[in-house]
């Protein structure tokens, strides 16, 4: 008797013990990921250049050794960040540039205490894109770097610059008439109205049949047409470009035709309603033409 109850209580023991290995098995808890060692987060997606954007980032030590004297990294791919921005400030230490063997690559920040093992801080730094930027398509990346550590770069959300700049195109005309012939001078502007710089921009005036234009070294003649080229114009600033067109002698009430035109452009124009401006000559004498 004393044998069967000692046999039988030992069978429901080691059924409890294979019960609570199993029950074990089914509610374990799986193992926590391990948390990000870098996070970034922009605030626009999308920036026209002399505008700032402002990216938080989140720096973790995942190491099992405290990080001495700890940056947040702040770069960005295929275009060096520096290169075509400059550091407006930043939150939750000191920050500076970061520069590599050609000039500033990107942006840091010191933080104020190392950081142990597990531990995380986070810092926001500002850059404003440079108005001579042109248009880019990056990846922002990040970086822990301390005194005993540097992380590898890790990649962040997308920021597409928008180098946009509005060149809005005019002309003034002055006739020089006599007897026998003269010429019409020509002084093609364009006036940037932001936001960005108006780059190789081309202009093009296209001509009456029969008359041709001549070359400067902005202004290039060809057939019925002359092509004026301006170059890094500012937010508000005007650039001139000029030519002559020759002419015979004239008949009166004769009306001559100049359409001038933005053709092309590196900066995009996104207001082609200021892109071209038509001018009428008109020969009211031999000696006297009206333009407008």
């Known amino acids: 008797m004393t044998t069967k109850s000692f046999f039988r209580r030992s069978a429901v023991s080691a059924g409890l013990v294979f019960l609570t290995a199993a029950t074990s098995v089914i509610?374990?808890?799986?193992?926590?990921?391990?948390?990000?060692?870098?996070?970034l987060t922009a605030s626009v997606p999308t920036v026209v250049v002399g505008e700032n954007v402002t990216v938080t980032?989140?720096?973790?030590?995942?190491?099992?050794?405290?990080?001495?004297?700890?940056?947040?990294?702040?770069?960005?791919?295929?275009?060096?960040?520096?290169?075509?921005?400059?550091?407006?400030?930043?939150?939750?230490?000191?920050?500076?540039?970061?520069?590599?063997?050609?000039?500033?690559?990107?942006?840091?920040?010191?933080?104020?205490?190392?950081?142990?093992?597990?531990?995380?801080?986070?810092v926001t730094l500002t850059f404003k894109v440079a108005v001579s930027a042109p248009d880019l398509h990056e990846t922002l990346q990040g970086a822990l770097s301390g005194a005993n550590y540097g992380s590898v770069r890790f990649d962040g959300p997308a920021l597409t610059v928008d180098a946009n700049a509005d060149g809005a195109v005019s002309v003034d005309v002055t006739p020089h008439p006599g007897l026998l012939g003269g010429r019409f001078d020509f002084a093609v502007r364009v006036t940037n109205a932001g936001p960005g710089l108006v780059r190789a921009?081309?202009?093009?005036?296209?001509?009456?049949?029969?008359?041709?234009?001549?070359?400067?070294?902005?202004?290039?003649?060809?057939?019925?047409?002359?092509?004026?080229?301006?170059?890094?114009?500012?937010?508000?600033?005007?650039?001139?470009?000029?030519?002559?067109?020759?002419?015979?002698?004239?008949?009166?009430?004769?009306?001559?035709?100049?359409?001038?035109s933005r053709t092309s452009s590196v900066s995009r124009d996104l207001n082609p309603a200021n892109d071209s401006v038509t001018t009428t000559c008109t020969v009211v004498t031999p000696l006297l033409i009206n333009c407008a």
């Open 201 to 260: 921009e081309k202009v093009t005036t296209t001509l009456p049949e029969g008359l041709s234009g001549t070359g400067t070294a902005a202004c290039a003649p060809g057939a019925g047409k002359v092509v004026c080229t301006v170059d890094g114009v500012a937010v508000g600033q005007t650039a001139v470009a000029n030519f002559s067109v020759p002419f015979g002698l004239l008949t009166v009430g004769l009306p001559f035709t100049f359409t001038t």
């Open 57 to 122: 980032e989140k720096v973790t030590n995942v190491n099992d050794f405290t990080v001495l004297q700890p940056k947040a990294q702040l770069f960005s791919t295929p275009t060096a960040l520096g290169s075509y921005s400059s550091l407006v400030g930043c939150t939750g230490g000191t920050c500076s540039t970061v520069s590599g063997p050609t000039g500033p690559i990107g942006y840091q920040v010191a933080l104020p205490e190392a950081l142990g093992k597990n531990e995380s801080a986070t």
């Open 27 to 39: 509610i374990a808890t799986p193992a926590q990921a391990a948390p990000a060692e870098v996070e």
